[in-house]
């Protein structure tokens, strides 16, 4: 039953056992409390201890990924400073130098090289040839010594002189040899033939190919990259049964240096008297213009591709560059300073059914287009020159003998 709070306190006087209960009892909660507090106080500080804590470990870590840093950037400036040193070392230096000597080597040796071979393709007799080979032979020794603009020097004179050379045999024509503007009808002929760019003296055979077959004889019987079997054009001409021939198209001497590894080989299409054809794989695609004879006509194309691998013409022969087609010049110089040296310079050409091989002295490639069109020459190619030039008829040689070659383009009567 409730009691008014007067009453309340007159009931503990009257037991004051329960009165002092209530007091420990409150003094109890307040230590529970004081206690508490404490306690909360404790654990607050221990707390704020970690975080303390916490917060030092990780600025220090912070200060050590600091230091990492400043220490990788320093270890790329020594880096970045070291490959700037390295550039600038002597041994990068000496490889700069290496490669420009080099470079050196090569521009000077191929001059010398093309120039040995100028000397090899004018064949002088040995007193003319001699001052041309001693300067040969002073540009090779500063060669050797790392000479380069002495070595270049030489080869300038060199040059002068192989020019003066090839002058005086452009301006040798005997005072006996008829001048003549039109090729023969038939038979062999000696002619001088005037045009915009000179005289010129011309040995030249004609043939009607209602009567004479063309064919071309071989020394090797299919394709040969190197060390290939040559022949002297006589022997071509003996063994087809012909009664005139002519030296082919290009071909990698022996003795040139820059055929080293492909002596004797050529690359262009050709077919036979046996009816092989040579070097059809890499012809697929040629631009090496040709001629294919075939009864009583020729037919000149302007690229290789354009014939397949018929073996029925007498023969096929590929040769560059084009000099006339249609009766106009179809070169007139490309840059290449052997096709624009002068020397002798062996042909093929047609009109009608007139085939002519011959041989136009002392001009460049681009000068007996000009001879052949003032003769009245339709259709011609021209052949090699220099020391391979050769021109047989009646079994004696006209022009020549010249090196051996891997091939003969031989006039056989039918």
């Known amino acids: 039953m409730f009691r008014p709070f007067s009453a309340t306190t007159k009931y503990l006087h009257t037991h004051p056992q329960l009165s002092r209960g209530l007091k420990i009892l409150g003094l109890a909660v307040k230590l529970l409390v004081l206690l508490a507090v404490i306690g909360v106080g404790i654990l607050g500080y221990r707390a704020y201890q970690a975080t303390v804590t916490q917060l ?23 880096t970045e400073a070291s490959l700037s040193a390295l550039l600038q070392d002597d041994q990068f230096v000496r490889n700069e130098k290496l490669q ?9 040796f191929g001059i010398a090289v093309t ?7 004018l064949r002088l007799p040995v007193p003319q040839s ?3 080979e001693k300067l040969l032979t002073k540009a090779l020794v500063y060669l050797s010594q790392r000479n380069y ?9 060199l040059d002068a002189e192989i020019t003066k050379q090839e002058a005086a045999a452009m301006a040798a024509i005997p005072a006996n040899v008829p001048a003549v503007q039109e090729a023969p009808g038939s038979g062999y002929r000696r002619q001088q033939v005037t045009t915009p760019y000179g005289t010129y003296l011309v040995d030249v055979i004609a043939a009607d190919l209602n009567s004479t077959r063309v064919v071309v004889e071989t020394a ?6 190197d060390n290939c079997p040559v022949a002297s054009l006589a022997e071509y001409v003996s063994r087809a049964g012909g009664f005139a021939g002519v030296n082919g198209p290009y071909f990698c001497p022996a003795e040139y240096p820059s055929c080293a590894g492909k002596t004797n080989s050529f690359d262009t299409l050709l077919m036979n008297k046996q009816k092989v054809y040579f070097n059809s794989e890499n012809n697929v695609y040629s631009n090496v213009p040709a001629v294919i004879f075939s009864g009583s006509s020729a037919r000149f194309v302007g690229a290789s591709q354009e014939w397949g691998r018929d073996t029925g013409p007498d023969s096929v022969i590929a040769a560059q560059p084009m000099l006339l087609s249609g009766g106009e010049i179809r070169f007139g110089g490309d840059g290449d300073p052997k096709k624009g040296s002068i020397g002798s310079r062996s042909f093929i050409g047609t009109k009608g059914s007139t085939v002519y091989i011959g041989v ?13 069109k003032a003769m009245g020459v339709e259709n011609a190619l021209n052949l090699d020159s220099g020391g ?5 008829s009646g079994g004696k040689y006209l022009a020549g003998p010249g090196r051996n070659t891997p091939f003969g383009i031989v006039l056989v009567r039918k």
């Open 149 to 157: 603009s002495s070595a270049s020097t030489e080869l300038t004179k």
């Open 130 to 132: 001699q001052p041309l």
């Open 388 to 392: 391979s030039t050769a021109l047989m």
């Open 220 to 225: 090797s019987a299919g394709d040969c990259r």
């Open 100 to 108: 420009t000597e080099i470079k050196n080597i090569q521009r000077v």
């Open 360 to 372: 136009v002295r002392g001009a460049t490639v681009a000068e007996v287009a000009h001879v052949l």
């Open 115 to 121: 120039r040995y071979e100028e000397l090899l393709n």
């Open 56 to 78: 030092v470990e990780t600025d220090q870590s912070y200060q050590a990924t600091v230091a990492r840093l400043d220490e990788t950037q320093q270890q790329l400036t020594t």
